[in-house]
């Protein structure tokens, strides 16, 4: 039997772990924690500071994963595109962005599109498009947003819940570093990428300026 199973429950897909005892992973843009977080964070959210989020703002997060950082981004009035590689995760995300909500969150939603794609592909086209010129459709976004998949904790009682599944299931990337060097290429004038607190910078790119907590980081490259 695979570890991983996706399943059908109350009518939304779930993600479970048959080797570890724990609740399956849904995702739920309506849950209250991540409600609070979206209307109490505000300025305090690094994420929003680094990405300098404001209505209107095109933003294109690579590593859509769970879609907390995506719908943190639409609820400041970001017009957020969400890469997401696995199809698992993208079926997750997609029931989710279909789920009925209220109307306000449903407006947040409107604001979230979701491609099941290898952002490393988008963003070779990108770069091979090269920068926008009149007539063109479709402009490059005002940010690129990346956040790679953190390296396993030495503690693993320090990742709970949906992130600890998350992270057993889809692993570390390896391919930050390629995706870092893509975003740049495009000429998109703004790449950001969250990375942890005390992490070494990926390779030869060093950032123009840094948002630090105590956990994370958001490294900013300017161009």
Known sequence: MPRFRL???DAVYELIDTHQAQLALRIDFSAAKLQHRATRGGKKELLLRAVG???GLRVMDCTAGLGTDSFLLA???CNVTMLERSKIL???LSDALRANVSNETQQILSRMHLLEADAKDVLLDMKRMGLPTEGQA???PDVIFIDPMFPSRRKQALVNGS???LQNFVGKDQDATELL???I???CSKVVVKRPANAEALEMYKPAYQYVAKANRFDVFLQ
């Open 138 to 140: 479709e402009p490059l």
């Open 75 to 77: 609820n400041a009035g």
């Open 163 to 165: 992130m600890q599944m």
């Open 185 to 187: 290429q495009t000429g």
């Open 181 to 183: 060097a893509l975003a």
């Open 7 to 9: 399943i059908r429950q």
């Open 90 to 92: 993208s079926i997750l």
């Open 53 to 55: 989020a404001k209505p």
